[in-house]
């Protein structure tokens, strides 16, 4: 796949002491779904409003289908934009809001209602073409912002949280819809959320910031098995961590000493020598109860401090193991919370596959 | 407690069966809450009764309440119900009744009041009577016709007998006629006034011309200070807005005063374009005591009451939208024009109807810097209210006043509604 958007040593600040942005290189390819993520104020905001030209990098440079962008205004950019809060025109209807950027394309008139009638079909809102934006629900005002930000048949399209202002459900369905719509058009869609949900489910690449830096960007499969640090590995999904110091190194593996004598065999993913502190992960649906020999390779006594009932699953916080309640998620099927009472001792255990070690991450 | 539900129960859960006491309650508890509401706005409603309401019915009541005549010479309105000028002069029994309401305005004093009624209409009617009523007793009812003619040549012309029976309706238009620049002639006939007397239609044109231009120059002031005001950041904003609150915090009297200083003939503005060389000293601009005066002072005085409401519609306009519209290919002018501009639409309506009607009705600022043609129609009316003393006419012109107001409010309501 060829690259539709490069970012070459972008850098901003705001005020000239701060760097919002540090020293950013991403390639976006043509047709790729890409989600920046990461929580608010980690800089994923200002790396879109760059892309779209409402904020100028201090260093660096944009290059789009091979063009320089860096200094162009946004109108001469050709990208879509949908905006949080959707930022329909309120004084113009559905159909005036899908011409107007057809309309200062200076689309001839024929062409214009041909193309806005295709769009509305394609957001199924035709009946609603004349209402104001402020007579549809929330969805719909969605769908619309969509339908308005692909009428120019832009290369590029940017979200900015799009989905933020819904109900769950309803994002769900939205979230169905645009990967529907990017499936078909094809198009280049540049996607900022900070829900991780969302952007496990929609994305091609996701890339998580966090401090005006990139931490990690890959398909979201890998991010969630194999979080490239402790901050991936703690914003996506939930997981254990342990404290330990790294004793000994074998091929892709290491031993880790967890408590005096307590040594558990991780996946080496951000140690690289021995005696250097790390910290361990292990999601909570991955951990074993009561586990039979050979199915884990390493297991540990615990005990249960609380259970929670979930209905389509348990959780248990397990004491004993490191500062914080250790958290196991098991699925509700007969008997499995049989053994989980509070002030009970268990075994659990895991495969050192699923155990990883990272870099040592301050409480 | 997991027995099934019987069928009773499941019906009394339904909200259709609400039980009739219930219903009562609720309705109590509503009429115990619309009595507190009640009594909180009560004051102001007393208030707004007795200090605004009343007075005001009662101004509009007197364009229309024209007692004098009618109770002051009652015979001699009988006498001439059926008379009309084209006949000439009116029948003795016109002329004996006149003698006997004179006797009688002489003995309750209230001739006085009824002369200056008559003036209003024609001048000299009023030392016309007063001079009749001192030499009524050589009025006899041999010929009272000529006895009244000796007295006075004026009682030999049919204008007075019309004139006073154009004054005796005891409810008359006649104020909204004189206040449209018309009047009746002696036949009773509608007409318009002699040329040189036409002033009220003029002054009512002026006024909306002043009106209107105030408000269209506070427009183009207001619309960039608005704009920064919702757009700087909060603490220039503030800043920005104390200056444009500033005036609010000064006398009226204390500004205009200044603005006399700088305006004038000798003031800041004139000496500096002189000692600049812009003018001559014989070409010193007219800038005040005229309506370049009004307008430029009341523009001043008015255009916070143009910023606020402007500025607080610019707030809610939610700035991504013209961020929507060039990410959609817009230039910044054609997004400021096809987007930002009609959302504001409403706030420049709401300003300048507030500066509008506010000019229509300013008084202190013509009366001090108008000079003559300067001069608006609420002049005129507190001429009449504390100078001539011709109520009538003043309350027929804050009549059609605040018709005009309500006019122009109510073209201001639909058009917002249609932005909508």
Redesign the interface.
């Known amino acids: 796949m060829t690259s539709l958007v490069s970012l070459r040593g972008i850098q901003k600040t705001y005020d000239g002491k701060q760097l919002v942005v540090k020293n950013l290189d991403l390639e976006v390819s043509e047709g790729e779904f890409l989600t920046l993520l990461g929580p608010s104020g980690s800089g994923k905001t200002t790396v879109l409003m760059m892309l779209?030209?409402?904020e100028t990098p201090t260093t660096g440079e944009i290059v789009i289908a091979g063009q320089h962008m860096t200094r162009l205004?946004?109108?001469k950019?050709?990208?879509?934009?949908v905006?949080?809060?959707y930022?329909?025109?309120?004084?113009m209807s559905v159909a005036e809001n899908l011409a107007?950027?057809l309309e200062?394309?200076k689309l001839p008139a024929a062409e214009l209602r041909d193309r806005v009638e295709k769009s509305l079909a394609m957001v199924r809102l035709t009946p609603f073409a004349d209402r104001r934006p402020s007579q549809l629900s929330g969805g719909q005002q969605q769908r619309v912002a969509l339908a308005?930000?692909l009428i120019?048949e832009p290369r590029l399209v940017l979200m900015d949280e799009p989905l933020g202002a819904l109900d769950k459900n309803l994002r769900e369905q939205m979230q169905y819809e645009i990967k529907q719509i990017h499936a078909r058009l094809g198009v280049t869609v540049v996607y900022v959320t900070h829900d991780q949900s969302e952007a496990l489910t929609m994305s091609d690449r996701v890339a998580v910031f966090n401090d005006g830096i990139i931490q990690q960007i890959c398909p979201p499969k890998e991010l969630y098995e194999r979080p490239g640090n402790s901050f991936v590995a703690g914003f996506i999904g939930e997981n254990n961590r342990l404290q330990g110091v790294v004793r000994k190194i074998i091929d892709d593996d290491c031993l880790v000493e967890i408590a005096p004598g307590v040594t558990v065999r991780a996946r080496k993913v951000g140690v690289h020598a021995t005696a250097e502190p790390t910290t361990l992960s292990i999601r909570p649906e991955r951990v074993k109860i009561s586990p039979q020999a050979g199915e884990v390779d390493t297991v540990i006594a615990g005990e249960v401090e609380s259970v929670l009932y979930h209905g389509d699953h348990i959780r248990a916080h397990l004491r004993g193991l490191g500062p914080t309640p250790f958290v196991v998620k098991l699925p509700n099927t007969n008997g499995a919370a049989a053994t989980l009472v509070a002030g009970a001792s268990v075994s659990i255990g895991w495969a050192s596959r699923d155990c990883l070690a990272l870099d040592l991450m301050e409480a | 407690m997991s027995a099934p539900l019987s069928a009773a129960q499941m019906a009394g859960a339904s909200p259709v069966a609400m039980p009739a006491d219930i219903e009562r309650a609720a309705r109590r508890v509503e009429r115990r809450q619309t009595f507190s509401a009640a009594m909180l706005v009560l004051p102001l409603i007393v208030l707004i009764a007795f200090a605004f309401l009343i007075p005001v019915g009662l101004l509009l009541f007197k364009s229309i309440d024209n007692p004098v005549v009618a109770e002051g010479l009652p015979e001699t309105l009988i006498a001439l119900q059926s008379w009309s000028p084209a006949d000439g002069l009116p029948s003795d029994a016109a002329y004996l009744g006149l003698k006997r309401d004179i006797e009688k305005a002489k003995a309750n004093g209230s001739l006085g009041v009824i002369g200056a009624r008559l003036n209003q209409d024609t001048p000299g009617a009023r030392s016309l009577l007063q001079a009749t009523g001192r030499k009524l007793d050589a009025v006899t009812d041999a010929d009272p016709r000529q006895a009244f003619i000796t007295i006075d040549k004026r009682w030999g012309e049919p204008e007075i007998f019309g004139a006073i029976r154009n004054a005796g309706d005891r409810y008359t238009f006649n104020y909204y006629l004189n206040a449209l620049d018309l009047t009746r002639n002696t036949a009773g006939d509608i007409i318009a006034k002699p040329e040189g007397q036409r002033l009220h239609i003029n002054l009512f044109i002026r006024t909306v011309w002043v009106s209107a231009l105030t408000a269209f120059v506070c427009f183009l002031l207001a619309y960039p200070i608005a704009y920064l005001l919702a757009h700087l950041p909060a603490r220039r904003a503030n800043l920005l807005m104390i200056v444009v609150l500033l005036p609010f915090w000064t006398s009226i009297l204390v500004r205009i005063t200044s603005w006399i200083a700088l305006l004038q003939k000798q003031g800041v503005v004139n000496d500096a374009l002189a000692s600049l060389g812009v003018i001559g000293e014989a070409g010193r601009l007219a800038l005040i005591y005229n309506m370049t005066g009004t307008i430029i002072v009341g523009t001043h005085i008015l255009l916070p009451f143009f910023v606020l409401p402007l500025y607080s519609v610019m707030k809610t306009v939610n700035p991504n939208l013209v961020r929507a519209a060039t990410s959609l290919g817009a230039s910044p002018f054609t997004a400021f024009r096809r987007v930002y501009f009609p959302l504001t639409v409403p706030g420049i309506f709401a300003g300048s109807s507030l500066v509008f009607i506010l000019c229509t009705g300013y008084f202190i600022t013509p009366a001090l810097v108008g000079g003559q043609n300067g001069q608006l129609i609420s002049n005129i009316i507190a001429y009449h209210m504390q100078q001539s003393l011709n109520w009538g006419l003043a309350a027929a012109l804050s009549t059609l006043l605040l018709v005009m107001i309500g006019i122009v409010y109510f073209l201001y309501t639909r058009l917002v509604r249609d932005q909508r």
């Open positions: 779209a030209g409402f205004p946004p109108q950019r050709g990208i879509g934009m905006f949080q809060n930022a329909l025109f309120p004084n107007f950027p200062v394309r308005r930000a120019f």
